[in-house]
């Protein structure tokens, strides 16, 4: 018994390590990810734009609304953390889900998408609409 509380504390301890180095930043910090924006999902720079317009809105709490690629977002969080404020969210269609993460840096959005459905890992970048 005494182990499983020791390894109940561990896992408590590191969760809320994880949770200071990882928290939600300033509100306003958080909101510098709110907007609209234009992704760029080109694989690579030489060829043509490829945008896609992409809406967030950041609540205090961290939870992220809008909409990417013409889908709601069904999910999502933002927080900071090492001087870097980020998003994760999922979209869907009918090849199934879609995760995205992206960090905002010098005002603009590096991200990735991934859908285990078609297979694939894409880079993008966004700038503001």
């Known amino acids: 018994?005494?182990?499983?509380?020791?390894i109940f504390a561990s896992a408590l301890l590191?969760?809320?390590?994880a949770c200071a180095t990882l928290g939600?930043?300033?509100?306003?910090?958080?909101?510098?990810?709110?907007g609209d924006w234009d992704v760029d999902l080109r694989p690579d720079f030489?060829?043509?734009?490829?945008?896609?317009?992409?809406?967030?809105e950041v609540d205090r709490d961290g939870t992220?609304?809008?909409r990417f690629y013409d889908s709601p977002i069904l999910a999502g969080r933002a927080g900071a953390g090492q001087d870097r404020i980020c998003a994760s969210f999922r979209t869907s269609d009918n090849?199934?889900?879609y995760e995205h993460a992206a960090c905002?840096?010098?005002?603009m959005l590096f991200g990735?998408?991934?859908?285990?459905?078609r297979e694939l890992v894409t880079p993008w970048t966004a700038t503001r609409d």
Do not use: F, H, I
């Not at 590191?14 to 390590?17: E, M, P, V």
């Not at 939600?24 to 510098?32: A, I, N, P, R």
């Not at 990735?112 to 459905?117: D, F, K, L, N, P």
């Open 1 to 6: 018994m005494n182990g499983l509380r020791l």
């Open 14 to 17: 590191t969760g809320l390590s």
């Open 24 to 34: 939600l930043g300033s509100g306003s910090d958080l909101d510098k990810l709110s």
């Open 46 to 56: 030489s060829e043509p734009a490829e945008d896609q317009p992409m809406s967030l």
């Open 64 to 66: 992220v609304t809008g």
């Open 95 to 97: 090849t199934g889900a």
């Open 104 to 107: 905002l840096e010098d005002g």
């Open 112 to 117: 990735q998408t991934w859908s285990e459905g």
